[in-house]
């Protein structure tokens, strides 16, 4: 394992949830970390937590649907700290109307744009200074949707996870030489705010007792991120042992 003090992280959604809980276990691990959201308190929240435990924390206002807002954020953060080792593509977004009947005018378009448009602009922006040092580590957290079809997520959602997986590939086939590398990490259901905004499924009785927790996550990344630079973990699929996307859809569709 390979020591990530004094690397610089950027986590994309840090108020909460995966991205609230990578921050914490990449800044354990050493790393300076920056946390991006549109919302000021929970971000401040983010930082606070990290500085209380001793480590070092900022944040950047950021919408991921604008790629202006993309690229400020990254210029700030590079001019700030000189370099950005780790990206940690985690924001996303999801619409209540998610299904063909329901869907409405412009409400696919949105999804693309913040799931798939904005990781392309946020990891474009950076790309540049990890090919300068020979080196960097960029983290798209996909979904179980991504790997396997589910009824509950949606098309939009969907098909944007499962292109987030191919847009890591690329990643890899073209940059891998410059030092760079890209890991596509497809979560079963996680105990989040976001999977709360899930109609049907997340309110189920127990139904978070035994999803996995966002430190499950943060922890995985944070491993991923200390491996040697000459590893790469492509793909990682991680769920519940107790899975309950096996059976959800059946009984939602039902």
């Known amino acids: 394992m390979r020591s990530i003090k004094g690397c ?10 995966i991205g609230q809980a990578t921050a914490i276990e990449l800044a354990k691990a050493g790393a300076t970390v920056i946390v ?19 480590g070092s924390a900022g944040f950047e206002l950021m919408d991921l649907a604008d790629k202006h807002q993309c690229y400020r954020a990254a210029g700030n953060i590079i001019e700030c700290y000189g370099k950005v080792d780790i990206l940690v593509n985690n924001a996303a977004t999801n619409i209540p109307t998610r299904h063909w009947e329901t869907m409405e005018d412009g409400d696919f378009e949105h999804v693309i744009n913040v799931n798939i448009n904005g ?8 790309l540049p200074a990890m090919r300068e040092n020979g ?31 191919t847009l890591t590939d690329t990643l890899n086939m073209e940059e891998g030489h410059q030092g760079i590398r890209a890991t596509a990490i497809s979560p079963g259901e996680v105990a989040t705010p976001f999977a709360k905004q899930r109609a049907g499924g997340a309110a189920a009785e ?8 966002p430190q499950d996550v943060g922890e995985t990344i944070a491993f991923i991120a200390q491996l ?3 590893a790469c973990i492509n793909d990682l699929v991680i769920s519940p042992s107790n899975n309950r996307w096996y059976t959800l859809a059946r009984s939602v569709r039902n």
């Open 135 to 165: 080196d960097g580590l960029v983290i798209n957290i996909a979904s179980w949707a991504a790997v396997h079809n589910t009824y509950l997520s949606g098309a939009a959602y969907s098909t944007s996870k499962a292109a987030l997986r």
């Open 228 to 230: 040697p630079v000459r």
């Open 36 to 54: 991006s959201g549109r919302r000021q308190e929970p971000l401040q929240q983010t930082v606070d937590l990290i500085r209380a435990a001793g």
């Open 119 to 126: 990781i392309y602009h946020c990891t474009s922006a950076v």
């Open 8 to 17: 610089v992280a950027w986590v994309t959604g840090g108020g909460s949830g």
């Open 206 to 213: 127990g139904a978070f007792d035994i999803a996995l927790q």
